[in-house]
């Protein structure tokens, strides 16, 4: 069974670090795209970074330059390195990995960023 997990998130206060951590399990093969979405309560989820399965990225612009997206293939991992967080950054980050012809949401995991 297909399993994709997030991790890292927690309450951290305005101006510092969060590793974000998207791993995936019960896959047979590579993992392919995988992209950072987060979303807030009462909005829609909104993406945050990409990256390809050769480790090309792309960025919000808003996020480039405080956030980093990479992976680890041999790990079937990918991570969001989040630097300088802000108030705003507070929300729900999900990750999403192509896995053949479907992707696949984690369940989330919770950034909290406090004044």
């Known amino acids: 069974q297909v399993q994709v997990v997030e991790s890292g998130g927690g309450l951290v206060q305005a101006g510092e670090s969060l590793r974000l951590s998207c791993t995936t399990s019960?896959?047979?093969?590579?993992?392919?795209?995988g992209a950072w979405y987060r979303q807030t309560p009462g909005k829609q989820r909104e993406l945050v970074a990409g990256?390809?399965?050769?480790?090309?990225?792309t960025y919000v612009d808003s996020m480039e330059g405080r956030f980093t997206i990479s992976r680890d293939n041999a790990k079937n991992t990918i991570y969001l390195q989040m630097n300088t967080l802000k108030l705003e950054d507070t929300a729900v980050y999900y990750c999403?990995?192509?896995?053949?012809?479907?992707?696949?949401w984690g369940q989330g995991t919770q950034v909290t960023v406090s004044s």
């Open positions: 999403n990995v192509a896995l053949g012809w479907n992707t696949y």
């Open positions: 019960g896959w047979i093969g590579s993992v392919g795209t």
């Open positions: 990256i390809g399965e050769d480790g090309t990225t």
